[in-house]
């Protein structure tokens, strides 16, 4: 009888060999992992912290209020944050609805053709094109084409030809309309998925009543997806108003110390003659003849002031400025839509960048106010985006 | 009176309301065209004057001087070098927390962490070119003594920070979307999590992550703002990190910034770097594209 060499089998309960070793290397990834998000996030705390600790004794209301300055101690935000008020409205007036209606129409109604596929590839494309290639765009089409009435289209009566040129070139509506096309794929790519996410049975019912197709989008789709559109316009606003690049491409100045709600006759604050970008006259000794269009005080480029009234003419030295003081009446009653929108600007983002490229330490103060400004509004936002989101998922069950 | 029913009724209001929703549509494609022509259009000017053959094979970029030389080369080492610092941030940063927050955080812990990582790529990046200038540099000026005040390394690795977001939410995606009965049959056979992390769950998300990485190197390339401010905007070939450089995108600012007269060569010098720079985009685009095709795993 051969002898059966029976092995009695290991103990099946015992832990394999190397277990604790593998368990240590399993548990001390979770290190690893939070060190990673804890850099992360340690980045925006720091960020904050850094720009408060060098800028947040600037933030007094006069900074708000005051035009830039070649004075740090004078310097604030005035034609910044109205600058960047304008450029962001122009650009929800052409984002929202184009990028609205361009979502609306690829997922409800584009057939499956190639012109179809063609847009898709383009909004899929356009989402990953630098920044700063919108602002060569606009800089060939708006600045030099468009900004200039002898390259328009000849056949064009000249007056109208004029009048467009006026609003094109290096003005508001220039940019607010290359930040709407580039912020353009974020709303169109948010709309087509909040509308994915209306159910059919919705649009079934609608159109079993006898609803048209356009009916159905706009009184049953559209209102169920507006959430989730409006979270997508947040972002898209939120990255228009932190963008720098293309606006310098398209001519953004450093230095703006008026407001292009008022007409330059009835400017609140208007400077004499061409400055640099410190706010100095280029040639100081020129000068120009100025009628005073409101009572207020005459600011000569050696800082002493003088008292003006209404209609007087004087010959200003180029860098002074005058500070007249319209009232809010006379303000509302030169205002004209087409001249803010034709006007030249500067935005939050342009003016911060200036202050950051000045050698002088009380320039990176305020610089990193303005940044502080910026991020703390940007940062808002994208909060209320992500809040709205999470809202969004929590409430609507089908 | 009688309807006829067999008749379709033309709805004018309804095909007015198609033709706008088209035309809407539309004009993506004419972005996409109008970015292509001025870009082509313009360079097409410069190429006139200057022989394609100096531009891709010269080794000077100085477009603004009395006797100007224009190859590209030294402003696409900037772009390189910048750009590899930034990946070697983002990369091993953005996948670990990726890996962390999809096998092994809670439900919880991930609906927090992402959305607050999500904001890194809201800052507006003016802002972090501060960041880099005013409290990077001087950190690793500490660390690395010598190192000038403008350097690709500190623009780069800020850069690194800001598409951390991309390159961990995007990858994240790719492994959440990777099917629970692979896992579980990894943890059947006695796998860790972070053995089946490491050998079932990124290796089937690959194309994913493949993606996301590329989509945050894109995002690098042709970031502006950060390397104007503090990546200095000297143009030469960059060999180190801590040199100073000139990227594609901070010379074309920089030309913005000055005063050039619009028609001269100068002017159009800007439009050929950005013709470079459209078609590297793309072709990223296009590798991403392949990538992702070549590598999907289809469950």
Known sequence: MAAVDVQRPSDITAHPPGLARRKFWDKSFVIWGIVATIIGLGTLVTLVSDLLADGGHRLTPAFFFSFPSSDPAEAGILSAWVGSLLVIATTALVAIPVGLLAGVYLEEYAPKNPVTSAIEIAVNNLAGVPSILFGLMALGIFVQFLGNPARWFGFLPESFRVAGADLFGQSILTAGITLALLILPVVIVATREAVRGVPQEIRHAALAVGATKWQTTQHHVLPYALPGVVTGVIIGISRALGETAPLIMIGGLTFVAFLPITRPGDATFETIGVLDQYGAAIDPSATERVTIAHDGVVVLPDFTEQQVSAGQVLDLPHGSTVQSVANLGDAVASWSPTHWLGSEFTVMPIQMFNWTSRPQAEFLEIAAAAGLVLLVITLLMNGAAIWLRYRLRKQIKW | ?299
């Open chain 2, 1 to 299: 009176m009688e309807r006829d029913f067999t008749k379709k009724k033309v709805r004018w209001g309804e095909s007015l309301m198609e033709g706008l929703l088209f035309a809407a549509a539309a004009a993506a494609v004419g972005v996409v065209v109008g970015i292509v022509y001025v870009v082509v259009s313009e360079s097409a000017k410069f190429f006139a004057q200057v022989s394609v053959i100096e531009f891709l094979t010269s080794t000077t970029w100085t477009p603004l001087f009395d006797n100007p030389q224009y190859g590209i080369a030294p402003l696409l080492t900037g772009t390189f070098m910048s750009t590899l610092v930034a990946l070697a941030v983002a990369v091993p940063l953005g996948l670990l927390v990726a890996i962390y927050l999809s096998e092994f955080a809670s439900t919880r812990t991930r609906e927090t962490i992402k959305p607050t990582l999500e904001l890194l790529a809201a800052v507006p990046t003016v802002v972090y070119g501060y960041f880099a200038l005013l409290f990077v540099t001087p950190i690793l000026q500490r660390i690395i003594p010598g190192l000038p005040s403008f350097n690709l390394l500190s623009a780069g690795m800020v850069m690194g920070l800001m598409i951390i977001p991309y390159i961990a939410s995007l990858s994240e995606d790719a492994m959440r979307a990777v099917p629970r009965a692979m896992r579980d049959g990894s943890f059947a056979m006695g796998a860790t999590r972070l053995e089946t992390a490491f050998r079932v769950v990124v290796p089937a998300a690959v194309s994913g992550v493949v993606g996301a990485v590329i989509l945050g190197m894109s995002r690098a390339i042709g970031e502006t703002m950060i390397v104007v401010v503090a990546g200095g905007q000297l143009p030469q070939m960059v060999t180190s990190p801590t040199q100073q450089g000139a990227t594609v995108t901070a010379f074309i600012a920089q030309v913005a910034l000055g005063d050039l007269p619009f028609g001269t060569l100068e002017y159009n010098s800007i439009f050929a770097a950005g013709l470079a720079l459209l078609v590297l985009t793309l072709l990223f685009n296009f590798v991403a594209f392949y990538m992702q095709r070549r590598f999907r795993e289809a469950y």
